[in-house]
């Protein structure tokens, strides 16, 4: 809108301009005093000012200020009902609420020369305090753009720069910001820290809103004068929680919260403390996607966590919660509670009717419930003591009382104990010691979850030894195929009950057969061997493998493992490399076994080009992009694999550079890798690559807007290239893929998925560019997608349109013998007699 315009607009049917117009210096407007005291009893003044270059935004305002607190409100017959009745409550209320305050008006044309306004307008004898702060953000050239704000930071220089003895609270209730019409049209919307609405078309309009406002400032301010009072110095929690964390996790503890309104305060403070720690303030659009953040973050780069969330959300961390126990995960989550006397509360756990410490015991996970301040010191100190057990994370259930404690005087953070060192029997590690360098069999190690220092070790290991190396898809990239952009040999893929890979089974297996026990042994590091793990059944587990297992946790040690050692690992491997001495001719036997094995997808359907795409297609050729830009670019990346065909095959066919968090982990929740994205992409310094299938997009919210947000307003943006795969087929690939091959069943609603595809585009919010494409034949766009993985600072989101199969990619046991596999074995004539029996028997039994 011009200038003309919007003058012409505001000073429609309004009162005269005054003498002096806008070429009179900043000026200050004195309202009568409201009847019901003399002015020279006031004692306090409240301002309101006016921000911008439009007299008649001014003049508005003057005029809407005479009509609240003037002996009289001005009296036009043609007046708009509304602002009459405003006024007339306006004045009801304000005659007495203002006995001994008077209300002045100022203006100024911008926010920066406001400071020189209000040192010159101050007056002895009187207490200042800005009412309101009225700015017509294209007068005073400010924008209100969400992710380009410059009000917000205009506001906190001006915070700064405020005269000393002026009372001021900058929030919604003070300031008031009037843009533009056009502005309403802008799709992205974020509630900003001030009152933001649209220049009314009319100026009574206009002065309504400033009368109401007015109003509202004088009822709220005795209010919040004693909200603000009563709140304590420093909570307990914040400090405490805070203090433990940092002293033992210094800057790496990550702040997760989801705001409700017990937990306001507590939030505050902590957001505070860590900023100024240098820990990153992480936030979820769920409960859930803040566990999956802190299970992401502390499997990635064991970064402890602090969680928040208000009452009644304790089962919103959905089976995450377990996950986080499993994986040991140190951290706190904060959950608002009621007292337990309280009578059937409102979203409250612990109570009567229900009392959610039974969940968490029956869950295993670490609770101390905090309900009585008197006692905080102890339960404190039972809450560390916990932390210390090595657990998992420590539930916290805090009442409100609790929450709002200030911090006692006696609280000592106890000093961190050092961990025990697991000792190793002599005996254990000679047997040990002779399988790994002295027994002629060929030996695969699976790799649970590794430090660098237990890395580094295994890779010198296998390579002395001549070990091969798995992951798994619980914990893909613990060894990978790249390390420090090094190939490495010895590494041959994934083994687990879905997407073992080819060079894996090969390495197994001979004719189709698993290999003689005396041939070979299986060694599972740092793993409790779940099932997911293996594509074994149990009696093989039992009797047709020599295993062992090196686990720090004596409860894991499985009963089918045939050497069972109880250590820590990196003792454990230390050891091995200074005591192992490989023979010559058991490292040339182990080598062969290695290089016998071929790195094929073993499948036809990958060469095909048909469309839509198979993922065994698109997988092969990202996977020879990535070996390209791994080699040729030294390019780096974290992968996050949801729970899916799509994300499972992408475990199996692309080439890792380190570890990766999988959604497959623990339970296998649909949602959790998706969910932890921002988490990862805004705390680690590479690139992310995340594959999320289509039925797990729809199972939980959408993450742009929160990794926007962080983004975009608090500088937390993605250091490397953040790219989504989102891999649509329509439907739940997995179940679909059982129901066919091992339930006989065909495809019906249940495994369905109706998914909404999004158009192309390209948007800018702030400086981060969020781009969407589609990619329906991977082929034909390799260079383009080489160029955006290596663009830093980017989030791409490829929707990448696939069909379903059954075929390859090791997601069902009997594909490993099927007609595709680079050898026919006999094996797969023997399982297709068999079937075919089994089948005839079924129809005789039929008519029968």
């Known amino acids: 809108m011009q200038s003309s315009e919007r003058t012409a607009l505001l000073s429609s049917e309004r009162p005269a301009p005054r003498s002096g117009g806008r070429t009179a210096p900043p000026r200050s407007e004195r309202t009568a005093p409201p009847s019901g005291g003399p002015a020279a009893q006031l004692t306090e003044r409240l301002l309101v000012v006016g921000?911008?270059?439009?007299?008649?935004?001014?003049?508005?305002?003057?005029?809407?200020?005479?009509?609240?607190?003037?002996?009289?409100?001005?009296?036009?017959?043609d007046a708009d009902p509304v602002h009459a009745e405003t006024v007339r409550r306006a004045r009801r209320f304000l005659n007495r609420a203002l006995a001994d305050q008077r209300v002045e008006q100022l203006t100024?044309?911008?926010?920066?020369?406001?400071?020189?306004?209000?040192?010159?307008?101050?007056?002895?004898?009187?207490?200042?305090?800005?009412?309101?702060?009225?700015?017509?953000?294209?007068?005073?050239?400010?924008?209100?753009?969400?992710l380009a704000d410059t009000v917000g930071p205009a506001l906190a220089e001006l915070a700064e720069r405020l005269p000393a003895g002026l009372r001021a609270d900058l929030s919604a209730y003070?300031?008031?910001?009037?843009?533009?019409?056009?502005?309403?049209?802008?799709?992205?919307?974020?509630?900003?820290?001030?009152?933001?609405?649209?220049?009314?078309?009319?100026?009574?309009?206009?002065?309504?809103?400033?009368?109401?406002?007015?109003?509202?400032?004088?009822?709220?301010?005795?209010?919040?004068?004693?909200?603000?009072?009563?709140?304590?110095a420093q909570r307990a929690l914040a400090g405490a929680l805070t203090g433990f964390l940092t002293a033992r996790a210094g800057h790496d503890w990550g702040l997760h919260y989801y705001t409700g309104s017990l937990v306001t305060g507590l939030i505050g403070e902590l957001?505070?403390?860590?900023?100024?720690?240098?820990?990153?303030?992480?936030?979820?659009?769920?409960?859930?996607?803040?566990?999956?953040?802190?299970?992401?973050?502390?499997?990635?780069?064991?970064?402890?966590?602090?969680?928040?969330?208000?009452?009644?959300?304790?089962?919103?961390?959905?089976?995450t919660l377990a996950n986080l126990r499993e994986s040991r995960a140190r951290g706190f989550i904060v959950c608002a509670d009621s007292p337990t006397d309280a009578w059937f509360p409102f979203q409250g756990t612990v109570h009567a009717a229900e009392d959610s410490r039974e969940v968490l015991r029956a869950r295993r996970l670490e609770g101390v419930y905090l309900d009585d301040p008197a006692r905080l010191t102890e339960d404190l100190a039972t809450a560390?003591?916990?932390?210390?057990?090595?657990?998992?994370?420590?539930?916290?259930?805090?009442?409100?009382?609790?929450?709002?404690?200030?911090?006692?005087?006696?609280?000592?953070?106890p000093e961190p104990r050092p961990a025990g060192e697991l000792r190793v029997g002599e005996d254990v590690l000679a047997e040990l010691a002779r399988l790994v360098g002295q027994q002629p069999v060929r030996m695969l190690w699976q790799c649970g979850p590794l430090d660098e220092q237990q890395?580094?070790?295994?890779?010198e290991l296998a390579r002395t030894a001549g070990i091969a190396l798995a992951d798994s898809p619980t914990r893909p990239g613990t060894v990978a195929r790249y390390h420090r952009g090094e190939r490495v040999p010895e590494y041959l893929g994934t083994l687990g009950m879905f997407g073992c890979s080819a060079r894996v089974h090969d390495f197994l297996h001979q004719q189709g057969w698993l290999r003689r026990r005396a041939d070979q042994s299986l060694l599972f590091l740092n793993s409790r061997i779940p099932e997911l793990a293996t594509p074994f059944q149990p009696r093989q587990l039992d009797r047709s493998l020599h295993i062992a297992q090196v686990t720090r946790d004596a409860s894991h040690l499985a009963p089918f493992a045939d050497l069972k050692v109880h250590a820590d690992a990196t003792g454990l491997l230390r050891e091995l490399r200074d005591r192992v001495r490989v023979d010559p001719e058991v490292l040339a036997l182990r080598r062969a076994?290695?290089?016998?094995?071929?790195?094929?997808?073993?499948?036809?359907?990958?060469?095909?080009?048909?469309?839509?795409?198979?993922?065994n297609y698109f997988y092969h050729h990202l996977g020879g992009l990535l070996d390209e830009l791994i080699t040729r670019h030294d390019y780096r990346y974290t992968g996050l694999y949801d729970v899916g065909r799509g994300a499972m095959s992408a475990i199996r066919n692309l080439p890792r550079t380190g570890t990766g968090f999988s959604g497959w982990y623990g339970r296998a929740l649909m949602g959790d890798a998706l969910q932890a994205v921002p988490s990862v992409a805004l705390t680690?310094?590479?690139?992310?690559?995340?594959?999320?299938?289509?039925?797990?997009?729809?199972?939980?919210?959408?993450?742009?807007?929160?990794?926007?947000?962080?983004?975009?307003?608090?500088?937390?943006?993605?250091?490397?290239?953040?790219?989504?795969?989102?891999?649509?087929?329509?439907?739940?690939?997995?179940?679909?893929?059982?129901?066919?091959?091992?339930?006989?069943?065909?495809?019906?609603?249940?495994?369905?998925?109706?998914?909404?595809?999004?158009?192309?585009?390209?948007?800018?919010?702030?400086?981060?560019?969020?781009?969407h494409r589609h990619i329906e034949d991977v082929a034909g766009c390799l260079d383009e997608l080489g160029e955006r993985l290596r663009t830093p600072g980017v989030v791409d989101v490829y929707s990448v349109l696939l069909s379903h199969n059954n075929e390859g990619d090791g997601m069902s046991p009997a594909g490993a013998s099927g007609w595709q596999r680079d050898e026919l074995h006999e094996v797969a004539f023997t399982i297709a007699r068999t079937a075919r029996r089994a089948g005839e028997a079924a129809r005789r039994s039929g008519r029968a």
């Open 51 to 77: 921000v911008g270059t439009d007299p008649a935004f001014h003049d508005t305002v003057a005029a809407a200020l005479r009509d609240a607190t003037g002996d009289q409100p001005a009296h036009r017959p």
């Open 108 to 146: 100024a044309d911008t926010l920066a020369e406001l400071p020189a306004v209000l040192a010159a307008a101050a007056s002895a004898g009187h207490t200042d305090t800005l009412a309101l702060l009225l700015v017509d953000a294209a007068g005073a050239g400010l924008s209100t753009d969400p």
């Open 174 to 232: 003070t300031v008031h910001v009037y843009t533009e019409p056009e502005r309403a049209a802008d799709p992205t919307r974020l509630a900003p820290p001030y009152a933001v609405r649209q220049l009314p078309g009319r100026p009574e309009l206009l002065a309504a809103d400033v009368v109401r406002a007015l109003a509202d400032f004088v009822q709220m301010h005795d209010a919040a004068d004693a909200l603000r009072g009563s709140a304590p």
């Open 271 to 319: 957001e505070v403390l860590a900023e100024q720690g240098g820990n990153p303030v992480l936030r979820g659009p769920s409960e859930h996607a803040l566990a999956a953040g802190a299970l992401a973050r502390w499997q990635l780069d064991a970064a402890p966590f602090l969680i928040v969330v208000t009452n009644g959300m304790v089962d919103e961390f959905r089976g």
């Open 384 to 413: 560390f003591e916990a932390y210390r057990a090595d657990r998992g994370p420590v539930v916290l259930l805090v009442s409100n009382a609790v929450l709002d404690a200030a911090t006692p005087p006696d609280l000592v953070l």
């Open 455 to 459: 890395r580094e070790l295994t890779y």
């Open 593 to 615: 076994a290695i290089d016998e094995t071929r790195d094929s997808a073993s499948d036809m359907v990958h060469q095909l080009p048909l469309l839509p795409m198979s993922p």
């Open 684 to 771: 680690r310094e590479g690139n992310v690559l995340a594959f999320v299938g289509d039925g797990a997009t729809g199972l939980v919210p959408d993450i742009l807007p929160t990794l926007i947000q962080q983004s975009v307003l608090y500088g937390a943006r993605p250091a490397g290239n953040l790219t989504v795969f989102r891999l649509v087929d329509g439907g739940h690939s997995v179940i679909r893929t059982y129901r066919e091959t091992q339930a006989g069943a065909t495809a019906d609603r249940q495994t369905r998925v109706l998914h909404l595809l999004q158009p192309e585009g390209e948007q800018r919010y702030g400086d981060l560019t969020v781009r």
